[in-house]
């Protein structure tokens, strides 16, 4: 085992989970995540991905039928006795004891747990936060990783929040709409990250870290590089702009009025 | 074990059991001098009856789709399945598999060879380490632990990278 800390605390705070935060929560995701889980493990979507229906439309909202109604999108719980079910993709290896069973692929909103980051761009742990008391000090979300990772969800869901305003657009559009369905909307978002992908390896200028932490610092002050150009985002104006014709190559047929 | 222990940081005893092996086992561990000889299983979730039990490490989706949690991390001789060598011949050997049939034409000859030549090289690394820890083995009636082999596994495995980064040094299992 690695050894513990100067604070006696293990090197990995996760060593000491109790796994609330496995069961507890409903994981919503980004389209990010769905396709690096569906993409690395070759699972489709509806095999580990649940629609929750929102209470508040939020950008993260997708449509699926003319209603108005939106979901987000979580990964679905396994079954179990107990009244917290956990993950799906949790392995249990008794006496409480547990790991995450897709850790190198595991969603934005789990690699950053238990930290978040304010608008002022100050990297803190949670208040809610569900872990053992002694496993997450407050310095240990200051890392630097950890706010790369936060940087990185913040991106992904910008760029998800046009993924889906994309595909909103297609449902109040479509000259078909009996053909729209939970599995159409999975295909679609399979279909932008691919592309997405080719983006971001199609020779686009994207030093990741400084880019990420420039697109999530115009975020907190309320302006998307993908809604409208940013002089301090020209460096990466190339990717940015492949990303939002990645979007608007979908529905071509729809978008001519 | 060490590895997945280092990398989950989960001690040994949470995901792997002794099982009692045949005497002349290379990577049977003993615990006294002339004493049975144990190999290490990862664990089973739940009772194993005659279908068997699933590994530890499995998850399950709710449509009924398993795969394993371990990823890379999942031991060798699970990487190289189905490959097996029968008199040199790279064959498929997936009669456990209950959802698919495997045929040799399901194997990459090259990655396949590497990963079974991967498994036999680890496998004779870990028994001379076996070999070293009983010889080490102290007179009667006096016993080692599991605790104290898993110590010993873990200071081996270390000798081994050194080695590997360039240093020296054989298998000490003296205490």
Redesign the interface.
């Known amino acids: 085992?690695?050894d513990p800390d100067a604070a006696g605390r293990?090197?990995?705070p996760?060593?000491s989970c109790t796994r609330r935060c496995c069961h507890h929560y409903i994981v919503t995701v980004n389209g990010y995540d769905a396709w690096v889980i569906s993409s690395g493990?070759r699972?489709a979507p509806e095999?580990?991905l649940v629609p929750v229906a929102q209470k508040t439309r939020t950008p993260h909202g997708f449509e699926i039928d003319g209603s108005g109604r939106t979901y987000e999108i979580a990964l679905?719980k396994?079954?179990a006795r107990t009244k917290e079910k956990p993950c799906?993709?949790?392995?249990?290896?008794?006496?409480g004891?547990g790991?995450?069973?897709?850790?190198?692929?595991r969603p934005g909103v789990c690699q950053t747990y238990p930290a978040h980051i304010e608008a002022s761009g100050l990297v803190l742990r949670r208040d809610d936060v569900l872990c053992p008391t002694e496993a997450f000090g407050a310095e240990v979300v200051g890392a630097p990783q950890w706010r790369q990772r936060l940087r990185q969800m913040q991106v992904q869901y910008d760029i998800y929040a046009l993924a889906v305003a994309r595909w909103n657009c297609h449902v109040g559009r479509t000259a078909r709409p009996e053909h729209l369905s939970l599995f159409g909307y999975y295909n679609y978002l399979m279909h932008f990250y691919d592309r997405v992908a080719e983006a971001f390896g199609a020779g686009n200028e994207y030093d990741e870290t400084a880019a990420n932490e420039c697109w999530g610092r115009l975020l907190a002050r309320g302006f998307s590089p993908l809604a409208e150009d940013r002089p301090e985002m020209a460096r990466w104006a190339g990717l940015v702009s492949a990303v939002r014709e990645v979007a608007f190559g979908f529905f071509v047929e729809e978008l001519v009025d | 074990m060490v590895r997945i222990?280092?990398a989950?940081?989960?001690?040994p005893r949470?995901?792997v059991s002794l099982c009692p092996t045949e005497p002349d086992a290379a990577d049977g561990v003993q615990f006294e001098r002339a004493g049975l000889k144990y190999q290490l299983v990862l664990?089973k979730?739940g009772a194993v009856r005659a279908a068997g039990a699933p590994c530890?490490?499995?998850?399950?989706?709710?449509?009924g789709?398993a795969?394993?949690?371990?990823?890379?991390l999942r031991p060798l001789v699970c990487r190289a399945y189905p490959a097996s060598l029968a008199d040199g011949l790279l064959c498929a050997a997936g009669d456990a598999c209950t959802c698919r049939r495997w045929s040799v034409s399901d194997l990459d000859p090259e990655a396949d060879k590497a990963a079974l030549h991967a498994v036999l090289e680890e496998a004779q690394r870990y028994s001379l380490a076996v070999d070293a820890w009983n010889a080490a083995l102290p007179p009667p009636p006096a016993q080692r632990s599991f605790s104290e082999f898993c110590q010993f596994a873990f200071a081996a495995e270390d000798e081994y990278l050194a080695g590997q980064r360039g240093g020296s040094g054989g298998i000490d299992a003296r205490p």
């Open positions: 085992m690695r293990p090197a990995n996760c060593a493990l699972l095999q580990f679905d396994a079954k799906t993709f949790w392995v249990s290896l008794g006496e004891i790991r995450c069973g897709i850790y190198p692929l | 222990s280092r989950l940081d989960l001690p949470s995901f664990n979730r530890i490490f499995l998850w399950k989706l709710s449509d789709h795969q394993c949690g371990l990823g890379a």
